[in-house]
């Protein structure tokens, strides 16, 4: 059974950092990009950052580039998103998310076939 499990979120204060971790297990995501999503109470679900398969290549939401920094660690199955100057309206449950075909990245939630359950993250101001 594939399972992909998110940590490090919290509270934190605006201008602050967090770090967030996503580890799969049940199966190896290494040919796959990986990308996080946020959702924030009453919206729909956006992208905030992908990055591909060999982690050369990355996207950014415009509203976090400069600020998010997304990375991946094949041996260990995950991937990572440093978040710095962070906003009130970075708040939101933040997913993580492996690609649903190898070799491929991309940037709306149809590109990802498996998610995980969510971490929440509060800015406050």
């Known amino acids: 059974q594939v399972q992909l499990v998110e940590s490090g979120g919290g509270l934190v204060q605006t201008g602050g950092s967090l770090r967030l971790s996503c580890a799969a297990s049940?199966?190896?995501?290494?040919?796959?990009?990986w990308g996080w999503f946020r959702q924030a109470p009453g919206k729909e679900r956006d992208f905030v950052a992908s990055?591909?398969?060999?982690?050369?290549?990355?996207s950014y939401a415009d509203s976090v580039k400069g600020r998010f920094t997304i990375s991946r660690d094949n041996a260990k199955n995950a991937v990572y998103l440093q978040m710095s100057s962070l906003k009130p309206e970075d708040t939101a449950v933040y997913y993580c998310?492996?690609?649903?075909?190898?070799?491929?990245?991309?940037?709306?939630?149809?590109?990802?076939?498996?998610w995980g359950q969510g971490t929440q993250v509060t800015v406050s101001s």
């Open positions: 998310a492996a690609g649903s075909r190898p070799y491929t990245i991309g940037t709306v939630a149809s590109n990802f076939g498996s």
């Open positions: 990055i591909s398969w060999s982690g050369t290549t990355t």
């Open positions: 049940g199966r190896t995501f290494r040919n796959y990009a």
